[in-house]
């Protein structure tokens, strides 16, 4: 049987050795300042996403996850390598694929339809047809009767489901989410995991996320990258044997394979973010991985 | 004993609703707002009588209002006002017209040279415009040139700087946000960088707008024989003195009334700034 509803026919997203160096500073999160003039965020990764996949990034915090998918985006250039979608390789940014930041990254002086208007204007010049694409993306996200609404009338949740319909407006290809729910209660966290499974499902696209947690990544993905300590790169990909169905079980968490998937996600993550804890953000981490792991919890305490 | 009937708390809009716009509560909001002018009014009216100030030199507020309207019907005040106002506006929007399109250009696009000319900016900034008038009527004459002129330098400063604080200071995440959607510099500086520092440009306006009036009366008192400054310095030289005060008033209605002006354009363009409460 067949456990994965995207068709493994074409690939969308290509990555072919891509390696990306810092002079100054890093991306400007994870930690990566005070870190010295020449740093190597990306030590060649190769990675191949399908038409319609769902695959999230896992690794510890600062290993590059975040400048990978900037890369994806096109909003910076590979120092080697090539991103390649649908074949061609990426030269800059472009509405075919669309980006869901950890920071909601909305306008304040917009209101919730404002926003997610804001990608459209370029796209569709009637105004009247814009609003109303505007209105029926923040109803797919659940957000009826807020258009009026500014962001600081929002609660940090419904930020981001206002940046998630933005994104969704533009009718990308690809989905391109970077960490988009590390900032939200862990509640609301889990209803917008949920809700992301099912727009992802009803819209089709291929989706690249990237996440630091492990159950995020075992809940979401149809496969998932772990990835190394910087200078990061891929270590292993792995297959979540769950259908989407089975996801938005409520008892998919405790269910046999969800359990083992995210076991051994653990285990090739331990060791990188062993690696990376330099940062002390990362150690905090390790901590509460530790606990939750099964296996593993007491030698994280040592270090 | 109040037994509580309904515990239903009042939102925001109920009390816009049912309290300020409500012509009752109107008119105790008017009382409160205004009462502290309305008392320090009637002080000073009184004062003479209880011996607190002598009324020659410090004429009370009816005899000031007395001699301000026959001042305007005689038409001196308002030849004054305008003389004073067109110094004013002109040099404003000069500053600008010059001070705007630099601060983009300093806090966006040429950060670097921005870097390098700042100090000598806050050097020039920073020079007291009082001590520089007299180069500048060396320079440009006694006439309106030197005036607007200097009006002109001392407005340019807080728009310029708050201008490029503006700029300097949008949230990183909206420009890569809008970077990611492929938008263009142009639309990127029209949707996202102008509306970004739109408050932080506001703070400048009302501030060189303060700056300019200090400036015109200082201005029109050291070389002028026309404008507000110079009437109330030739109304203390001929001891009148409640013409000078006519003037000290509507100088203060000026100034008053040019923030009020601005504050309400600046409502128009950032109305979306939350409201704080403490």
Same mark, same amino acid.
């Not at chain 1, 500014?150 to 933005?166: D, F, N, T, W």
């Given at each position: 049987?067949?456990?994965?509803?995207?068709?493994?026919?074409?690939?969308?997203?290509?990555?072919?050795?891509?390696?990306?160096?810092?002079?100054?500073?890093?991306?400007?999160?994870?930690?990566?300042?005070?870190?010295p003039?020449?740093?190597?965020?990306?030590?060649?990764?190769?990675?191949?996403?399908s038409?319609?996949?769902?695959?999230?990034?896992?690794?510890?915090?600062?290993?590059?996850k975040?400048?990978?998918?900037?890369?994806v985006?096109?909003?910076?250039?590979?120092?080697?390598?090539?991103?390649?979608?649908?074949?061609?390789?990426?030269?800059?940014?472009?509405?075919?694929?669309?980006?869901?930041?950890?920071?909601?990254?909305?306008?304040p002086?917009?209101?919730?339809?404002?926003?997610?208007?804001?990608?459209?204007?370029n796209?569709?010049?009637?105004?009247?047809?814009?609003?109303r694409?505007?209105?029926?993306?923040?109803?797919?996200?659940?957000?009826?009767?807020?258009?009026?609404?500014?962001?600081?009338?929002?609660?940090?949740?419904?930020?981001? &489901?206002?940046?998630?319909?933005?994104?969704?407006?533009?009718?990308?290809?690809?989905?391109?989410?970077?960490?988009?729910?590390?900032?939200?209660?862990?509640?609301?966290?889990?209803?917008?995991?949920?809700?992301?499974?099912?727009?992802?499902?009803?819209?089709?696209?291929?989706?690249?996320?990237?996440?630091?947690?492990?159950d995020?990544?075992?809940?979401?993905?149809? &496969?998932?990258?772990?990835?190394?300590?910087?200078?990061?790169?891929?270590?292993?990909?792995?297959?979540?044997?769950?259908?989407?169905?089975?996801?938005?079980?409520e008892?998919?968490?405790?269910?046999?394979?969800?359990?083992?998937?995210?076991?051994?996600?653990?285990?090739?993550?331990?060791?990188?973010?062993? &690696?990376?804890?330099?940062?002390?953000?990362?150690?905090?981490?390790?901590?509460?991985?530790?606990?939750?792991?099964?296996?593993?919890?007491?030698?994280?305490?040592?270090? | 004993?109040?037994?509580?009937?309904?515990?239903?708390?009042?939102?925001?809009?109920?009390?816009?609703?049912?309290?300020?716009?409500?012509?009752?509560?109107?008119?105790?909001?008017?009382?409160?707002?205004?009462? /502290?002018?309305?008392?320090?009014?009637?002080?000073?009216?009184?004062?003479?009588?209880?011996?607190?100030?002598?009324?020659?030199?410090?004429?009370?507020?009816?005899?000031?209002?007395?001699?301000?309207?026959?001042?305007?019907?005689?038409?001196?005040?308002?030849?004054n006002?305008?003389?004073?106002?067109?110094?004013?506006?002109?040099?404003?929007?000069?500053?600008? /017209?010059?001070?705007?399109?630099?601060?983009?250009?300093?806090?966006g696009?040429?950060?670097?040279?921005?870097?390098?000319?700042?100090?000598?900016?806050?050097?020039?900034?920073?020079?007291?415009?009082?001590?520089?008038?007299?180069?500048?009527?060396?320079?440009?004459?006694?006439?309106?040139?030197?005036?607007?002129?200097?009006?002109?330098?001392?407005?340019?400063?807080?728009?310029?700087?708050?201008?490029?604080?503006?700029?300097?200071?949008?949230?990183?995440?909206?420009?890569?946000?809008?970077?990611? #959607?492929?938008?263009?510099?142009?639309? #990127?500086?029209?949707?996202?960088?102008?509306?970004?520092? #739109?408050?932080?440009?506001?703070?400048?306006?009302?501030?060189?707008?303060?700056?300019?009036?200090?400036?015109?009366?200082?201005?029109? #008192?050291?070389?002028?024989?026309?404008?507000?400054?110079?009437?109330?310095?030739? /109304?203390?030289?001929?001891?009148?003195?409640p013409?000078?005060?006519?003037?000290?008033?509507?100088? /203060?209605?000026?100034?008053?009334?040019?923030?009020?002006?601005?504050?309400?354009?600046e409502?128009?363009?950032?109305?979306?700034?939350?409201?704080?409460?403490?």
């Amino acid at each position: 049987m067949n456990n994965h509803e995207y068709e493994e026919i074409m690939t969308k997203i290509e990555s072919v050795d891509v390696t990306k160096s810092f002079t100054s500073r890093g991306n400007g999160k994870n930690g990566s300042m005070g870190i010295p003039a020449e740093t190597q965020a990306l030590g060649g990764v190769n990675l191949a996403i399908s038409t319609g996949e769902f695959h999230v990034i896992l690794g510890p915090s600062g290993c590059g996850k975040s400048t990978f998918l900037d890369l994806v985006a096109g909003l910076t250039t590979p120092t080697s390598g090539e991103i390649r979608i649908d074949g061609k390789p990426v030269t800059g940014p472009g509405t075919d694929r669309a980006v869901v930041f950890q920071q909601y990254a909305l306008l304040p002086w917009r209101t919730a339809l404002g926003n997610v208007e804001f990608g459209l204007e370029n796209l569709q010049p009637d105004k009247n047809e814009r609003k109303r694409i505007a209105t029926n993306f923040l109803s797919l996200v659940g957000l009826n009767g807020f258009q009026d609404h500014y962001p600081h009338e929002l609660s940090g949740g419904m930020k981001q &489901r206002v940046a998630i319909a933005r994104a969704l407006a533009l009718h990308p290809d690809i989905l391109l989410m970077d960490e988009p729910f590390a900032a939200v209660d862990a509640q609301t966290r889990e209803i917008l995991q949920r809700d992301l499974l099912r727009i992802a499902m009803e819209t089709k696209k291929t989706v690249l996320f990237i996440t630091h947690s492990i159950d995020e990544a075992v809940f979401l993905a149809d &496969r998932v990258s772990v990835m190394t300590a910087r200078p990061g790169k891929i270590k292993q990909t792995v297959e979540v044997s769950l259908t989407r169905a089975e996801r938005l079980d409520e008892d998919v968490k405790v269910s046999d394979s969800y359990v083992k998937t995210r076991h051994y996600l653990w285990t090739l993550l331990k060791e990188e973010v062993i &690696r990376s804890q330099d940062c002390e953000k990362c150690l905090v981490e390790t901590c509460t991985f530790g606990h939750r792991a099964t296996a593993g919890g007491s030698n994280d305490h040592a270090n | 004993m109040t037994t509580l009937t309904d515990n239903h708390v009042p939102s925001r809009q109920e009390w816009i609703r049912n309290g300020v716009f409500s012509l009752g509560k109107f008119s105790r909001r008017f009382i409160h707002v205004t009462g /502290a002018i309305f008392v320090f009014l009637l002080i000073w009216q009184l004062a003479p009588y209880i011996g607190l100030i002598n009324p020659i030199i410090i004429p009370v507020p009816t005899t000031i209002l007395q001699k301000m309207i026959q001042l305007i019907l005689s038409g001196e005040l308002l030849v004054n006002i305008a003389v004073s106002l067109s110094r004013v506006l002109i040099g404003f929007f000069i500053a600008l /017209a010059v001070a705007l399109p630099l601060g983009f250009l300093l806090g966006g696009w040429f950060k670097s040279f921005e870097t390098a000319v700042n100090p000598l900016l806050q050097v020039l900034g920073q020079a007291n415009p009082f001590t520089l008038f007299p180069v500048f009527i060396t320079l440009l004459g006694i006439g309106e040139l030197s005036k607007i002129s200097i009006i002109f330098w001392v407005c340019q400063w807080p728009v310029l700087f708050n201008t490029v604080t503006g700029i300097r200071n949008v949230d990183p995440a909206i420009v890569k946000m809008a970077r990611s #959607m492929g938008i263009g510099k142009w639309q #990127m500086f029209k949707k996202v960088l102008l509306p970004a520092a #739109m408050p932080s440009v506001f703070t400048g306006i009302r501030m060189s707008a303060v700056f300019a009036f200090f400036m015109l009366i200082g201005a029109e #008192m050291i070389g002028a024989s026309s404008g507000l400054g110079y009437m109330i310095l030739q /109304a203390q030289a001929t001891f009148q003195m409640p013409k000078m005060w006519v003037g000290i008033v509507t100088v /203060a209605f000026l100034g008053i009334l040019f923030n009020w002006i601005l504050l309400q354009i600046e409502k128009k363009f950032s109305g979306w700034k939350e409201e704080l409460v403490i």
